[in-house]
C-alpha cells in the first residue's frame, strides 16, 4: 500500500522529534546514574561507605554528600559529564538529521531520476523513466505513471510522422517520376508530344493536387478546423449523382452499381458528403471488381445511413477500423495503381466526424465487405 508524499514527510517529521524527546527525556538521567556508578566505584572501600550513608541521610544533591565527592576528585567526572552531554547532544543531532536526510533521498531520488528522463526526452530521447520502487509515494507513483504514458504517447507520433512523411514522399514521388519521364522522353524525341501526353500529364497533376487538398482537409480536421458550408440537401440526389459518375468505372471492372436510397433531406455540406460516398463506391469498385455494389441513403434508430455494400471479398485485416487511418492499406503489395494513396477512407471518416458522425467498417451479409457513415438526423 502507497502511502502520499505529505503524510511521509509528516511521519518523517513525527520520526525525528520522537527521538529527540527520547533522547531529552531519559538518557541525561540514565548518563547521571552510569557516572555516579562508576565514580562510586573509584573510591577506596571506606569512601565508598561513607558516601553511600550521606546518600542515604542527605540525598544526592545535599552540600555534605556534593562536599565529599569534591574533597575525593569528583570535578574531573563533572568536567567528562559536560562533555558526555556536549557529545550526546551532537549525537542526537547526528541521528535526527541521518533520518532526515534519508527520508529527504527517498522521497527525492525518483523525482530526481524522472527530471533526468525529462531533460532525456527534451534532448529528443524516448525512453521510459526507470520503474519505480513498490513503496513510492503515491504522488510520484502518479507522475511515473502519467510521464510514462506521456513519452510512449511521444514516441508514437514520432513513428507516426516518420510514417506520413515517407508516405507522403513515396505518394509524391509516383506521379512526379510519370511527369518526368514523359518530359524527357518527348525532349529526347521518344515521346510525341500530343494530345495522348497531355492528359496523361494533366492526370499526374490532378493526383498531386488531389493528394494536397486530402491532406489539407485531414490536416484541418486533426485542428478542429475542418470548416462545412452546411445547407439543406437531399442525401438520396447525391447518392444517384454519385452512382452516374462512377457507372463507367465500375463497368470497366465488371462490377454492378445499385442505389438503393430514400427521400432524406438533411442539413449538411453537399460537396463533403459527395466525397465521401465518391470514396466509398470506388473503394469499393477498386477492391471488389465485378461484384454487387449497393449505395444505400435510409434512416436507422433517428440516425441517417449512408452505407456502401459489396459482395467481393470482404477487408482484408481482422479489424477493418482500423483502415480508416491515414496511409493504411489493408494489403502491403497494394501500389497507386490498386490501392490509392490510403487516404480514402480516413477522408470519409474526418467528414463523417464533421458531420457529428462516425464511420463504421465491418462484414456484409452473407459476404463481402460493408462501409457505412452515420450521420445524426436533424
Known sequence: MTTSLGTRIALSAIVISVVAALVAAFVPDYIYLIRDKLFLASLSAPDQQTLSRLLADHGQCSPQVQNFKLAHGFAPWRLNYNWALGALIALTAAICGAVAIGSAQRIARPIAALADS?????????????????????????????????????????????????????ELRTPLAVMRGRLIGAQAGVFTFDAAMLESLLRQITLVDQLVADLNLLAARQQGELRLETEDVRLDQIARAV???????????????????????????PAR???????????????????????????????????????????????????????VRGDE????????SGLGLAIVEAVARAHGGELRLGANQPRGARAEMILPAD
Open 118 to 170: 525529462a531533460r532525456a526526452v527534451a534532448r529528443g530521447g524516448r525512453e521510459p523513466p526507470p520503474p519505480l520502487s513498490s513503496s513510492a509515494p503515491r504522488e510520484i507513483a502518479t507522475l511515473h505513471r502519467d510521464f510514462t504514458t506521456m513519452v510512449a504517447a511521444l514516441d508514437a507520433a514520432d513513428n507516426d510522422v516518420r510514417l506520413r512523411s515517407a508516405a507522403i514522399a513515396h
Open 243 to 269: 452512382i452516374e459518375a462512377l457507372r463507367p468505372e465500375a463497368e470497366a471492372g465488371g462490377a454492378t452499381l445499385i442505389a438503393e436510397v430514400d427521400p432524406i433531406t438533411t442539413r449538411a455540406d
Open 273 to 327: 458528403i459527395e466525397r465521401a460516398l465518391l470514396n466509398l463506391v470506388s473503394n469499393a469498385i477498386r477492391y471488389a471488381p465485378g461484384s454487387t455494389i449497393r449505395l444505400s441513403v435510409g434512416s436507422s434508430g433517428g440516425k441517417i445511413v449512408l452505407a456502401v455494400s459489396d459482395t467481393g471479398p470482404s477487408w482484408p485485416v481482422a479489424d477493418p477500423q482500423a483502415l480508416a487511418g491515414a496511409f
Open 333 to 340: 503489395s497494394r501500389s497507386r495503381q490498386s490501392g490509392g
